[in-house]
């Protein structure tokens, strides 16, 4: 199904509204309780990790897919309509067990519908996303910021869940606290290249890709450190995945600081020869 730049934006406004608004619910329901939702429910817990990383991962490659210009797979975004739900039903599973399984039957409903609609629709109109220019514009950083920020605000609230009944802070023992100080460095390295990458934008100068790939890994990575202490096993997988990505943008960047160091050794000896005299210039 071809989702428009306008249906990501409504969709992804309201999963994100109604994942922080059921959030609050879990501190309420565990705020007098002696245990923590990590001691009964953290099979649901995780499975809405996995649903709010599935829906990021998704959003964010429509996103690359149509900036590319590509053709965007209509699995994508029915992966995009499943996970974003999936992750909400996952919360209202913890507080309203019996609305949880309604929710979960009607969305199962709706989408069978919607593919039905689809398979009959498929011969008059083809599932290839809108173009998109090939540069990031305003609105695709706007989108990345919007995608990222949910996913840290969407997890730093299972820190509250897991250590409100403790009698020790995260802040004191130095696995979490270190944890806890990746996040805040990784989320200021975004803020710093998200800024700086606007403000070349505002005075028409053309962004590294450096500056865009520095964004796009210190993001995940702030989102994986609080991982790793609420869901350490997955965390360190998604760090092995998140350090390939690494590399590879790495190899990118060097390629093009190499190409601007080539371009300004030229540009240098093209000066030297344009100033300096000629052989038979007099004496």
């Not at 897919?65 to 739900?85: A, H």
Request: proline residues 5%.
């Amino acid at each position: 199904m071809a989702l428009s730049v306008s249906d990501l934006g409504a969709l992804h406004a309201t999963i994100t509204f109604t994942i922080l608004a059921f959030i609050p619910l879990l501190l309420l329901k565990y705020q007098k309780e002696d245990t923590s939702p990590f001691d009964d429910h953290a099979f649901i817990l995780l499975a809405f990790y996995l649903a709010t990383l599935l829906y990021a991962i998704a959003m964010v490659t429509n996103i690359l897919l149509r900036i590319r210009d590509t053709e965007c797979p209509k699995i994508v975004g029915n992966i995009c309509l499943l996970s974003g739900p999936l992750a909400t039903i996952s919360l209202v599973f913890i507080p309203f067990p019996l609305v949880g399984w309604f929710l979960f039957a009607l969305s199962m409903d709706y989408l069978a519908m919607k593919e039905e609609d689809n398979n009959k629709n498929h011969g008059h109109s083809s599932s290839s996303c809108k173009k998109m220019p090939t540069a990031l514009s305003a609105g695709d950083l706007a989108a990345f910021h919007a995608i990222y920020g949910s996913q840290i605000l969407a997890s730093t609230p299972f820190l509250l869940l897991k250590f409100q009944k403790s009698n020790v802070s995260p802040f004191d023992d130095d696995y979490t606290s270190t944890m806890l100080l990746a996040c805040f460095i990784s989320t200021l390295i975004y803020i710093s290249a998200m800024v700086l990458e606007f403000k070349l934008r505002i005075r028409d100068i053309e962004c590294p890709i450096t500056i865009t790939n520095v964004a796009q890994l210190s993001a995940p990575l702030a989102s994986i450190s609080l991982a790793m202490i609420t869901f350490p096993y997955l965390a360190w997988f998604l760090l092995a995945i998140w350090i390939v990505f690494f590399v590879k943008m790495a190899i990118e960047s060097c390629l093009e600081f190499l190409s601007l160091f080539g371009k300004s050794d030229q540009i240098c000896r093209e000066t030297k020869s344009d100033v300096s005299p000629s052989d038979d210039s007099p004496v």
